[in-house]
């Protein structure tokens, strides 16, 4: 198959997966914009309206332990390994339709198209239901329960309004005690599969509709303190002043110098100064710092750098500084079989080369991976490549492109699955 011979049912089939796409972008918390977390009311009508989607494309649909809906369809035997598709279908504040929720509607068409009893696996659909964290700040909590990877301190965290997840689980109508059951075994497992959206502009730059992952962005991220003495504006001369914004201003431009020398992303989102009065100098700055690279070693070779710049920026100015890290997760590589199959997959819909891109952002796919290896494939997005916004697009013809892609991509892993076992 080729874009040429693209069938009518495939873009009749990318329709149904942007109309449903605007589904989910209506069921928001907010008024006049997208933002769906965690075990909400927004959250059960979205699960509720996948399910239906599932059932409908013919999969065994159930609600795990953690909230995620899963869909199956079995192979050419009973209780075989499962190969999994998937994504997310929480949302950032503020957010676009298609972060998450393409990669779900697509694995559900994939699914829909695929006969029971015929491939040698079950294939498994997954909606994950807690991705971003914008809730409870428990940034993939939906795939590390699948992956048997939770983390009991989690059960604290508290919303905006003091909910706990324990609460909110509950009021979900779900069973903390019962969480480990939505935990996977390897040996029930062939691989997992996620289509998303690029989130960046290198498809759109280079004129393609759809890329292989080579891997997934390792991060790290760090709350830094940089502390002088406050004083009065007017009554403290320069030679003087110790002032903390001064010199975490000339660190955040280091910060990104290094980064661009090393090509490695490194970002300060957040600075605050205190004690925050326009009259006085700034005694204490705290900022945050968000490391990403597609090597750990180029990540931590930055980190390294950036450590030295503080230690020489805080000393000319008297200042001290300080870091506690906040966030780790080393670089994920995506399996070369997997990889494979992927790049086949997309030879097959556009005829192209496809280009292999590397993830700047986080997946579910990251947590997955402690349990199965990981493939992904990326889907253009227009207006170079804008996301968590709503101003995120991606084409029907590119959904179409992808859906082609998807599920040749499928029987590309069942080939070379067959051929191994
Ligand atoms: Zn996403």
């Known amino acids: 198959m080729n874009g040429a011979s693209q069938s009518a049912e495939t873009a009749q089939a990318a329709r149904r997966i942007m109309a449903r796409a605007d589904a989910l972008g209506a069921i928001s918390e907010t008024p006049g914009a997208l933002t769906r977390t965690h075990l909400t009311e927004e959250h059960r009508r979205a699960a509720k309206l996948v399910a239906g989607w599932m059932h409908e494309a013919g999969l065994a649909v159930w609600t795990d332990a953690a909230g995620n809906v899963c869909g199956r369809i079995e192979g050419a035997g009973p209780e075989l390994p ?30 829909a198209r695929a006969a029971p009893g015929v491939l040698p696996f079950a294939l498994e659909v997954v909606a994950f239901g807690d991705e971003e964290g914008t809730r409870f700040g428990t940034a993939l909590s939906g795939s590390r329960a699948l992956a048997g990877s939770w983390d009991d301190a989690w059960w604290d965290c508290t919303d905006a309004s003091g909910i706990s997840l324990r609460t909110a689980f509950e009021r979900f109508g779900l069973d903390p005690r019962r969480l480990p059951d939505a935990a996977r075994e390897p040996k029930d497992l062939v691989a997992y599969l996620e289509a998303h959206i690029e989130q960046g502009p290198f498809l759109e730059q280079a004129g393609q509709p759809l890329a292989v992952v080579s891997s997934i962005a390792g991060a790290r991220r760090f709350a830094l303190t940089v502390t002088g003495r406050a004083g009065h504006a007017g009554g403290t001369p320069y030679e003087l002043r110790r002032d903390a914004l001064v010199g975490a201003s000339e660190l955040v431009v280091e910060i990104e110098r290094i980064g661009q020398e090393l090509d490695v992303i490194a970002t300060v989102g957040r600075m605050h100064a205190y004690p925050g009065g326009v009259n006085v100098i700034p005694g204490r700055v705290e900022l945050s710092l968000d490391l990403r690279a597609e090597f750990d070693a180029d990540r931590d070779d930055a980190w390294g750098r950036i450590q030295e710049a503080a230690d020489q920026i805080t000393a000319l100015r008297d200042l001290e500084w300080s870091a506690q890290e906040t966030y780790r997760a080393d670089a994920v590589q995506c399996a070369d079989w997997l990889q494979q199959a992927v790049e086949e997959g997309i030879r097959a819909a556009c005829g192209d080369d496809p280009l292999t891109l590397w993830s700047r952002a986080g997946h579910d796919a990251m947590a997955v991976a402690g349990v199965a290896e990981v493939g992904m494939l990326f889907v253009r997005c227009g207006n170079q490549g804008v996301s968590h916004s709503p101003d995120e697009t991606v084409s029907t013809g590119d959904v179409a492109l992808a859906l082609d892609a998807f599920t040749a991509a499928v029987r590309a892993v069942a080939e070379r699955y067959a051929a191994r076992s």
């Not at 499962?82 to 972060?99: C, E, N, Q």
């Open 82 to 111: 499962a190969l999994l598709l998937g994504s997310h279908i929480d949302t950032v504040p503020d957010a676009g339709r298609y972060d998450g929720p393409l990669g779900v509607l697509l694995a559900i068409e994939v699914a």
